[in-house]
């Protein structure tokens, strides 16, 4: 479903296309038929899906290419709609008919510029069919007609497909895959079995030289669980969300007039995503990791406003020095943004100062023969997290 | 003959090590020389003049930090097929390592699976520079020295880099195999049209393909030289491009500073990644593009990211490049360029006007004050107030604004 159109406004211009899917009610699929092929049932696909959709559109102009299009299939399951009511008047089918409409249809808006970007982003259930080879499954999967992969696609099908290629020498050369799915491998269902064929979504096309910046950001490892909060979204959207939102974020270089401008880029969000995801991880008491694929190269997804705020943890070692210990935080203007009460309580201590440079100092009051003052230092915050250790040793 | 090199099992024994197998091949007696004038080759394929020198000094690299490396290099194997060139300007070539062809590769590579096999707290690193092939979208085919293209099956003394990587991965039955594993693939990616005339092109076998050890995750980094349908260069007689960036990287290029981790004097450390090899490659391949003159546009590509991986720890703030401009240009005879270090010590004594222009130096990694004066005051210009500047590599780019 085209909810998203502002290609009229960005006719020959570079723009950006997404195509977001979120699965979570499947036909045909019992919860003993998931378990057999290593999955758990998917309570938060739609819900993810409509946050993607959600943030794209509240931060199109801060996207690096801006927004022209906007896909949206969601199949969201009853405990998701009582959940998340909005989610009622999006409901569509997400069969293996729409995507291949829908992404045809996608493809066809990314044939437009070299300079388009692509985001594509499939919340659902999935598995590994062999070494590296993911695979989505959509909402008609399991419906025992033709083989028993049917209606479920290849990540890298769908990857090629994408391709510069003479038939399509204009696509966008910056896409973004995001696949929040687990990547078990299903040993048992499928041990009794040759071949098992997938459903194309494209043709492949003589290979020619490809040089796309794609990045497949895989919600995680091969053999391992993509996890969800029941009724709300996945841990990787959340992070991933937080990561876009500023976690991620980098300095770009100083500006003529001396300013910083913030960004995300794709080889920031691989920097940042395993922090974040760490701390969901210890929210949920679940073990995620994800994996980048494809083509990676560094591309600025999107810009900030102003810098993200960053926790700061200061820590001064060794710690009996901390009755004596003074510390001053000064900003880029040499005013004094933070001077804690002696002693650091709790410590290490945390604040949250917004991104940029910072002078930190550590005094030792009254002198003490076994410490010394800190050599003031320069220190840059940066997200997602800044841990700021000063030695006072003598 | 298998044995490694390097070889530091013995001290190691029992704690988890950096398994290294190193491979670089110019020499292709079946393929016509370099500067021959021949279109008898159906693949257009010539020999190489920088690929055994590339993984020379790829090995070299290794002995030199093998005591900074987060994982301490155990054992390191290496495969050679230098070229006449290469021998004359690197002699050390001569006699220092078997010849890179499909006998030795498949014996090499299995005794490094099996030291791989050790620990799963093992690393490992491969590196090939030599010729390179994609048959179909997403394969990767090295081609050993013994590659010849009039053999049938024509690719029989050449790897599938895939099966390689994927009898690498623990195995039901064999779970314990180094999870953490980085492959540098220095080779061309093209798709000569002789292929489009073959319906199947298999390479030679590696290994039987077993099943993967459900629910064992394991990160194998790729860095490709080049993206898939293009080439990758050398230098004849010298290196790759890629080796050379890649060096260039991990001599500190690549360097992150982790303020969470402070050396005995209380300043952070400098450590080399995965992800900061990543966002440093670009540039130092851009970089020795032009040192050489090159108008040839290659673009690497990595694949498996993830968590930062920690390749080794740097001696102390990496050398980063500055390039300082004034803007506009005219203000060059009244700009006076001050550049302070952490502690307020002015570090460089630029004269006005400023020359050459664009100013570019190199600088320690770290935190520096830069502004500049107008000297004489003119009405049209004003003074760039001093500012602090985050120095890290792999390059910054200082703009100095002083138009009023």
Known sequence: ?394 | MTEPIINHRAARRGKPGLHALIVGVSRYPHLPDEEENSDSANLKMRQLSSSAVAAYKVYQWLVKWQNHLEVPLTTCRLLLSPSPVELKNEPTLKGLASPATLDNFREFVKAWREDARSSNRNMTLFYFAGHGVQRVRGDHVILLEDFDENEDPILQHAVDTTALIDGMAPIEGKPDIARTQLYFLDACRITPALFATYEQTPTAPLWDSKKKSPGEEFTAVLFYATGPGREAYGIKGEQTLFSKALIACLDGGAGYEDDNQLDDQGRPQWFVTTNSINNALEYYIRRVNQEINTLQTQMFRTSGLGPAVVLHRLNGPPEVDITLRIVPSAALDFARVEVLNDSGVPIWDLSIPLCPHPYFARLAAGHYQVGAKIDPAKPQYKDYKVRRMYVSPPEKKWIIKVDG
């Not at chain 1, 794209?56 to 927004?67: C, F, G, K, S, V």
């Not at chain 1, 820590?315 to 943004?337: D, K, Q």
């Open chain 1, 1 to 394: 479903m085209l909810l998203f159109d502002n290609r009229a406004e960005l006719r020959g211009k570079p723009a950006a296309h997404a195509l977001i899917f979120g699965i979570s009610s499947y036909r045909y699929l019992t919860s003993s038929e998931m378990q057999s092929f290593g999955i758990y049932y998917n309570s938060s696909g739609a819900i993810t899906g409509y946050r993607i959709y959600q943030w794209l559109i509240d931060n199109q102009r801060r996207l690096a290419i801006p927004l022209a299009t906007c896909r949206l299939l969601l199949s969201p399951s009853a405990r998701e709609i009582e959940a998340q009511p909005e989610l009622k008047g999006l409901t569509v089918p997400c069969t293996l008919d729409d995507f291949l409409l829908s992404t045809n249809e996608w493809r066809t808006d990314a044939q437009t510029n070299r300079d388009n970007l692509t985001l594509f982003y499939f919340a659902g259930n999935g598995f590994e069919l062999g070494k590296s080879n993911p695979v989505m499954m959509l909402q008609d999967f399991g419906s025992g007609v033709g083989p028993m992969l049917r209606s479920s696609v290849a990540v890298n099908n769908l990857f090629y497909g994408m391709g510069p290629t003479s038939r399509q020498p204009d696509i966008a050369r910056t896409q973004l895959y995001f696949i929040d799915t687990d990547r078990a491998i299903p040993k048992k269902e499928f041990s009794s079995f040759e071949l098992m064929n997938t459903t194309a979504v494209f043709d492949a096309e003589p290979l020619g030289i490809d040089d796309r910046n794609a990045a497949v950001f895989y919600a995680s490892t091969a053999g391992g669980v993509a996890y969800a909060l029941e009724g709300s979204a996945t841990l990787f959207s959340m992070a991933l969300l937080r990561c876009l939102d500023g976690k991620a974020a980098v300095p770009g270089e100083v500006g003529p007039e001396g300013s910083v401008r913030w960004y995300v880029s794709t080889t920031s969000l691989v920097g940042g995503l395993m922090d974040t995801l760490n701390e969901l991880n210890r929210e949920a008491g679940a073990h995620q990791t994800f994996e980048v694929g494809g083509q990676v190269r560094n591309s600025i997804i999107r810009y900030l406003d102003e810098p993200p705020p960053v926790d700061v943890l200061i820590e001064i070692h060794p710690v009996e020095a901390l009755p004596v210990s003074h510390v001053e935080v000064r900003n880029e203007e040499g005013t004094i943004v933070l001077k804690p009460a002696v002693p650091l309580d709790p410590h290490p201590y945390r604040v949250e100062l917004p991104g940029g440079y910072y002078t930190l100092s550590v005094k030792i009051d009254p002198p003490h023969p076994s410490f010394a003052d800190a050599h003031t230092r320069v220190r840059l915050a940066t997200p997602p997290r800044a841990v700021w250790k000063v030695r006072v040793i003598s």
